[in-house]
C-alpha cells in the first residue's frame, strides 16, 4: 500500500448554505403554486366525467326498463293516499326507484318492493312517504344518483335540512317538459315523463335521440333547485 494512500486526508462534505436552502425551498413553492390549478382542474375534470357516466348509466337502465315493460317508468307515482305518511307513499315515489333493478340495485329494489320492518315500525311495500327518514331505504345514497361536483347539505345548515341530510338524495330528474303548475297531477304528458303517466318511445315524436329525458338537479343549498323531487315541492 503507498503512503499516499494511506495519509489521504478526508476531504469535508460541502454544506448547503442558508441562502442556498431558502432559494431552494422558494423554488418548490412555485412550483407547487403553479401545479396546484392543474390538479384542482384535473380533480374537476374527473367529477364531471363521473356525472356525465351516471347520466349514460340510467339513460341506459331506461331502455332496459322500457324493453322489459314496453313503456318508461311515470317520474312519480305510487300507492295512493293512505291514513298517515308511514301507510303509503303518498303518491309521492320517484320512478327512479322502479330503475333500481337495472342500476344493479336489485336488493334494495325486494326490499322496498316488499313490506318491511324497522325499529318496530312495519312499512308498506314501495314504502312509506319519502320523507319518512326512519325508513332504512331511503337513507341509502346511490353513488349512480350522486354527482360529485355538487355541494351537500351540512347537517349543521339547521333544523330545516337537518332531515334532508338523512335522506339519500339525487342530483338527476325526469324532464317533464313545459309543465308549470299542477306538476303532481298533470292531465297530459309535456315532455317525456309525467308524474302518474308513462310514455313510451313512440310517444317521441322528435325521437328518442331528440329529447330530453333527465338533467341534473342541485340542492336546496346555495340557491340551488332542490335535489330531491319528492319533497319541499309546493302543492301548485
Not at 318508461?72 to 305510487?78: D, L, Q, R, Y
Not at 315515489?93 to 322496498?112: H, N
Not at 349543521?156 to 308549470?180: E, M, P, W
Amino acid at each position: 500500500m503507498s503512503a499516499n494512500a494511506t495519509h489521504r486526508r478526508a476531504v469535508p462534505a460541502r454544506a448547503f448554505t442558508l441562502v442556498e436552502l431558502l432559494v431552494v425551498l422558494f423554488i418548490i413553492c412555485v412550483i407547487v403554486a403553479l401545479l396546484l390549478p392543474a390538479v384542482r382542474s384535473s380533480r374537476e375534470a374527473a367529477r364531471r366525467m363521473q356525472c356525465s357516466n351516471n347520466l349514460k348509466q340510467l339513460a341506459l337502465a331506461l331502455h332496459n326498463y322500457h324493453e322489459a315493460h314496453l313503456r318508461f317508468p311515470s317520474a312519480m307515482g305510487g300507492t295512493g293516499e293512505g291514513a298517515t305518511p308511514l301507510q303509503s307513499n303518498r303518491n309521492r315515489l320517484s320512478g327512479l326507484v322502479a330503475l333500481l333493478p337495472y342500476l344493479e340495485q336489485a336488493q334494495l329494489w325486494e326490499q322496498i318492493s316488499s313490506p318491511a320492518k324497522f325499529d318496530g315500525t312495519s312499512y308498506p311495500a314501495m314504502g312509506p312517504a319519502p320523507w319518512i327518514t326512519a325508513y332504512e331505504p331511503w337513507r341509502v345514497q346511490l353513488q349512480a344518483l350522486a354527482c360529485p361536483s355538487t355541494t351537500r347539505i351540512s347537517p349543521d345548515s339547521g333544523r330545516k335540512n337537518l332531515a334532508r341530510t338523512q335522506l339519500g338524495r339525487t342530483n338527476y330528474a325526469f324532464c317533464i317538459g313545459d309543465v308549470a303548475e299542477q306538476i303532481h297531477q298533470p292531465q297530459t304528458l309535456r315532455g317525456a315523463f309525467g308524474c302518474g303517466l308513462t310514455s313510451r318511445l313512440e310517444d317521441m315524436t322528435d325521437g328518442g335521440s331528440q329529447t330530453i329525458a333527465l338533467g341534473e338537479i342541485g340542492n336546496a343549498s346555495e340557491r340551488l333547485v332542490n335535489g330531491q323531487f319528492a319533497t319541499a315541492q309546493p302543492a301548485t
